[in-house]
């Protein structure tokens, strides 16, 4: 399991710095939600920056599971 050690820091810190009044991934998001009206490209590359170490961490993941899948005689019974 330390292969998620990396990506789960670094989605808890980076991914959701700073993290008063909320975390700013949370508020991109939602402004994404809402149609995204009045994003500018520094937002959309504050949202890239912010939401890498989630997209690392979810392929880490991805990753993990389709090698213990692969694994000879790990077949669900």
Do not use: C, N, Q
């Amino acid at each position: 399991m330390e292969r998620y050690v990396h990506p789960l820091l670094a989605s808890l810190l980076l991914g959701l710095a700073p993290f008063a009044p909320e975390p700013h991934i949370v508020g991109k998001i939602r402004w994404v939600a809402g149609g995204a009206v009045g994003m500018g490209p520094m937002d959309w590359f504050d949202l890239a920056m912010h939401g890498a170490p989630w997209v690392w961490l979810a392929a880490t993941a991805v990753r993990h599971g389709w090698t213990l899948m692969r694994r000879p005689g790990s077949a669900p019974a």
